[in-house]
């Protein structure tokens, strides 16, 4: 099994909140993938301990709706930096009931998964669009600079996929 890079994303966000910022991996081709690895490191952590920083990794297969596949412990602003984090998402292991069958993101009824928690199961490659690939995968931040709105928060993102190349 080889693991290969397919995303380094340095991000400094703040002061003030981030509602949402989409950050689209680029369009690979994770077919022969049979693990994903999600490494979050920072260097620069917001102020408070009202201060939050939400991190998801979704898939479509549709671009229409987005699968939450994993979503780190949600980190405080008191948080001491350096610190990281670390998510691994696996294809090849029995799948829980819950990884097995629920409803699709971008839907009034989706199902959301936990804090520090992924779905385990089949890992999407790329969208065919009319003009070639689109990224089948992105990145979703959420952050509140709560009280006195001075925290910032600043690292780097890398996404590992191990291929399954025997």
Not at 38 to 52: L, R, S
Request: hydrophobic fraction near 40%; aromatic fraction near 10%.
């Amino acid at each position: 099994m080889a693991a290969r890079r397919i995303c380094k994303y340095p991000f400094s966000f703040g002061p003030g909140n981030v509602a949402a910022q989409i950050v689209e991996l680029n369009p690979d081709d994770l077919s022969h993938a049979v693990g994903l690895s999600f490494v979050v490191e920072f260097t620069a952590i917001g102020t408070d301990a009202a201060d939050t920083f939400d991190l998801k990794f979704q898939d479509t297969a549709d671009r229409t709706r987005w699968n939450t596949r994993a979503r780190l412990a949600q980190i405080i602003g008191t948080t001491a930096a350096p610190y990281a984090q670390r998510l691994n998402l696996q294809e090849d292991i029995a799948i829980s009931t819950a990884e097995q069958a629920y409803v699709e993101g971008s839907t009034g009824d989706a199902s959301e998964i936990a804090k520090g928690a992924v779905r385990n199961g089949p890992i999407l490659g790329f969208v065919r669009g009319p003009v070639g690939r689109l990224a089948g995968w992105r990145m979703q931040f959420d952050i509140v600079d709560a009280g006195t709105q001075n925290g910032s928060w600043v690292g780097t993102v890398y996404v590992f996929a191990d291929d399954n190349l025997n």
